[in-house]
């Protein structure tokens, strides 16, 4: 199984991944924060039907990670700054968004000044 060797913040609002493959990604919390997979986020399926609980809400501090705590030895839960906390993020699926959503090395440099 792939998990995270590594995880750290080269800048307030990027989280660097190093996978235990080798494989380094670099994303924005943004992203991250969109693909919160949280019933409240996502939806959830409720008797074989997707059921969304409407449309994206936005608030200050919403893409500020304030922490990331392990949760047993699949995933990581996000403590965001606007209070929202219930998205656990199994390493598969942090895998799949870090990949997705990588910024290349231009980008990166861009970001960090």
């Known amino acids: ?3 995270p060797s ?3 913040r080269p800048s307030p609002f990027i989280l660097r991944i190093d996978w235990s493959d080798g494989v380094s990604t670099s994303i924005l919390l943004e992203k991250m924060r969109d693909e919160c997979p949280c019933a409240m986020c ?3 399926q409720i008797m074989g039907q997707q059921v ?3 449309m994206k809400m936005f608030a ?3 893409n ?3 922490k990331l705590v392990p949760v047993g030895n699949y995933g990581v839960q996000a403590t965001w700054k606007d209070g929202h906390d219930t998205g656990i993020y199994p390493w598969k699926l942090l895998r799949q968004i870090a990949v ?3 910024l290349t090395e231009e980008q990166l440099a861009n970001f960090m000044g």
Do not use: R, Y
């Open 1 to 3: 199984m792939l998990v």
């Open 6 to 8: 590594t995880i750290s």
């Open 42 to 44: 996502k939806g959830e």
């Open 52 to 54: 969304s609980f409407g």
């Open 60 to 62: 200050p501090g919403m």
């Open 64 to 66: 500020d990670l304030e």
């Open 100 to 102: 997705q959503n990588a």
